[in-house]
């Protein structure tokens, strides 16, 4: 094939992807999505509280999650951040009735006293994560696994310890990049937050399921057979070359396509 030709390629992948960025990446995307459960919030560590744990629960059906999200934050009295930070231990006990699939009351009981940690030593998830900050080509597997050692501190997290994905044992770390997205990237559609600014959206990586790897191989964006993090790498540097700023909006077309589409 010549240079011409993939070119040609090239453009119409990314004028394709751009067009079904736009017809998912609406506020009507919101209702019924995992991220609807932060989007009732105002505050920033509301905002965040709310979308980091509902993303760690987010394997299911959209609107499963969101409903289960919902309740999460109801025990919490509506109020994640207040709680996190003020809730007795006979109030974290009583949300210890959450349970999401695996999840279970002791997982959440374990991920209320671990953010609390996290908050009392960072003041922030943003600088958990982040603090200090990376270089100017972060490797984000690093920072997700600088997370999950501050998040578990020197307790050994056992059962819980499975709900957040870890790269450096090369999972895709879906969950965490969806909720990475959230935080990060901004734009005029208002699904995501961009709330935090000490990455840029350029250095994130594209969330990587059964459905986005499907639609990803069929477009010709993914030649690696496992969903793993070395997959989610190949996915993102191929979009970072039709959107070298901002390559994981397309998860909206990827998502849309595999979700909605049958694609």
């Not at 109030?91 to 210890?96: D, N, P, R």
């Not at 250095?203 to 639609?215: A, E, I, K, M, N």
């Not at 070359?241 to 990827?254: E, G, I, M, S």
């Amino acid at each position: 094939m010549t240079q011409k030709n993939e070119l040609y390629e090239m453009i119409d992948l990314k004028q394709f992807l751009e067009e079904k960025y736009l017809q998912y990446n609406t506020p009507d995307f919101i209702a019924g999505d995992p991220v609807a459960v932060a989007h009732q919030f105002t505050k920033n560590a509301d905002i965040e509280i709310a979308g980091f744990l509902t993303a760690i629960i987010s394997w299911g059906r959209r609107e499963t999650i969101a409903k289960a999200g919902n309740y999460f934050m109801h025990l919490m009295g509506d109020e994640p951040a207040s709680f996190i930070k003020n809730a007795s231990e006979a109030e974290i006990a009583s949300v210890g009735r959450f349970v999401y699939r695996t999840f279970n009351g002791f997982d959440t009981q374990v991920f209320v006293h671990a953010l609390r940690s996290v908050y009392n030593e960072y003041g922030t998830l943003e600088k958990a994560f982040f603090s200090p900050a990376l270089p100017n080509m972060p490797d984000l597997s690093i920072a997700i696994n600088r997370f999950k050692q501050r998040f578990f501190g020197m307790a050994e997290p056992g059962r819980s310890g499975k709900h957040l994905s870890d790269p450096l044992k090369n999972s895709a770390a879906k969950r965490i990049n969806m909720f990475l997205r959230w935080m990060v990237r901004s734009d005029e559609h208002g699904v995501d937050f961009g709330i935090w600014k000490m990455i840029s959206p350029a250095h994130l990586v594209c969330p990587l399921d059964l459905h986005s790897g499907r639609v990803a191989r069929r477009l010709g964006l993914l030649q690696r057979k496992q969903n793993d993090w070395k997959a989610a790498l190949e996915l993102t540097n191929n979009l970072r070359q039709l959107n070298p700023d901002d390559p994981v909006k397309y998860d909206f077309a990827l998502f849309g396509l595999g979700w909605y589409e049958k694609f």
